[in-house]
């Protein structure tokens, strides 16, 4: 099974300073429920946040809102974090880095991709510049970078809100080194940036919601067509099965992770629970292409479903939609998770759209 994602430590400390140095109030105030700054009153500010979402789906991020930078600290940022903390992983242990040494973070908030970049690879970070339209969200990030990362607030590593200074990031430095970032700021824009595609990488990261997920498919189709290669979640250049062979499919993976009590104490108080998290993401490079291993391996792109007589889970490893079925008269099935890479063998029969696999038949890659 798929680790259970946990938050560094040394990161969350840092959550919990800025959360005192920048909003005036004591981390510990809010676990103990002080009447100054209560987790009841922080997670009424999620919940205006998330009816604001849903009303305006591709709205910008509302900072105006009362208690918003606060909740976006200690709730949004913290849930993003490890999101886009999952997808690094994945990248680094695909090879998805190599030779990557600058990184662009375009809608970047309080830090969510750009802390998970350098907790996880922080060879990427040579250099770095963080866009954002809100300088109270870079405001909030260089704190926590300060505490977190201190020799990554320097010249080398500006944070923006200047368009220019984007572009001139682009101009002074190697593109075939650079790597653009979204997460969970693509919703915002009805498509990629020009200069998006002078990079030699790409890092995708959105909602794990229907509408997102198709739009991140679509995407993909495009970056092929320009001559990007796909390295995750697909192990395979073709046309998307989930895109081509159904009108209300999209992917998505999903991932365990250890809550901190921080973030604990302020979803007691709501009606949402993400007891796992949920995303749909994109890694492309323009010119090195994924590793010979990943064109023989498939991705489960479904949970485990148990049927009658059988266990079937969703799998892509070509422009098919396909199923793995487990009948349950040959023993009990292997538990796989959703986004699991995987080896299949070749001589497992086909019947419809399901590889009727036994034990052994399917292994992880």
């Excluded at 910008?60 to 999952?86: D, I, Q």
């Excluded at 992770?257 to 993400?274: F, G, N, R, T, V």
């Excluded at 148990?306 to 099935?333: D, Y």
Aim: proline residues 6%; glycine residues 6%.
């Amino acid at each position: 099974m798929r680790p259970e994602f946990v938050i560094n430590p040394d990161l969350l400390r840092a959550f919990a300073d800025v959360a005192r140095t920048v909003f005036g109030y004591q981390a510990e105030a809010i676990a103990a429920r002080d009447d100054k700054f209560t987790p009841a009153k922080l997670a009424h500010a999620v919940q205006r946040i998330s009816d604001f979402y849903i009303s305006k789906p591709s709205g910008k991020t509302p900072y105006e809102l009362p208690g918003a930078p606060a909740a976006y600290l200690l709730y949004y940022t913290l849930l993003n974090h490890v999101r886009t903390l999952a997808v690094f992983r994945e990248a680094k242990n695909l090879g998805f880095f190599e030779g990557i040494h600058r990184a662009i973070d375009w809608g970047s908030g309080m830090g969510a991709a750009w802390l998970a970049l350098q907790d996880v690879a922080p060879e990427v970070l040579g250099s770095s510049l963080a866009f954002d339209r809100s300088t109270q969200a870079l405001d909030v990030q260089r704190a926590l970078r300060r505490i977190f990362a201190a020799d990554a607030v320097t010249e080398k590593h500006p944070l923006t809100i200047d368009d220019r200074k984007l572009r001139e990031f682009m101009t002074v430095g190697n593109p075939d080194k650079t790597m653009a970032v979204f997460s969970y700021s693509l919703t915002e824009l009805d498509g990629l940036p020009d200069w998006v595609l002078d990079c030699e990488a790409l890092a995708i990261i959105e909602p794990g919601t229907n509408q997102d997920g198709r739009r991140l498919l679509a995407i993909r189709e495009n970056l092929i067509r320009q001559g990007y290669k796909v390295w995750a979640p697909c192990t395979h250049q073709g046309a998307c099965p989930l895109l081509t062979h159904s009108k209300t499919d999209w992917c998505h993976d999903r991932i365990q992770w250890q809550q901190p009590d921080l973030y604990s104490a302020i979803e007691q108080h709501l009606p949402m629970k993400h007891r796992t998290l949920v995303f749909s993401y994109l890694l492309a490079r323009k010119k090195l292409a994924p590793p010979a291993k990943m064109i023989s391996a498939a991705r489960l792109t479904g949970d485990q479903q148990n049927l009658k007589g059988q266990t079937r889970q969703m799998v892509c490893k070509g422009t098919e939609r396909e199923f793995l079925s487990w009948q349950h008269r040959h023993g009990e099935p292997p538990e796989f998770a959703r986004g699991e890479l995987v080896q299949i063998d070749p001589a497992a029969p086909k019947k419809g759209a399901d590889l009727r696999v036994i034990a052994g038949q399917v292994v992880r890659a």
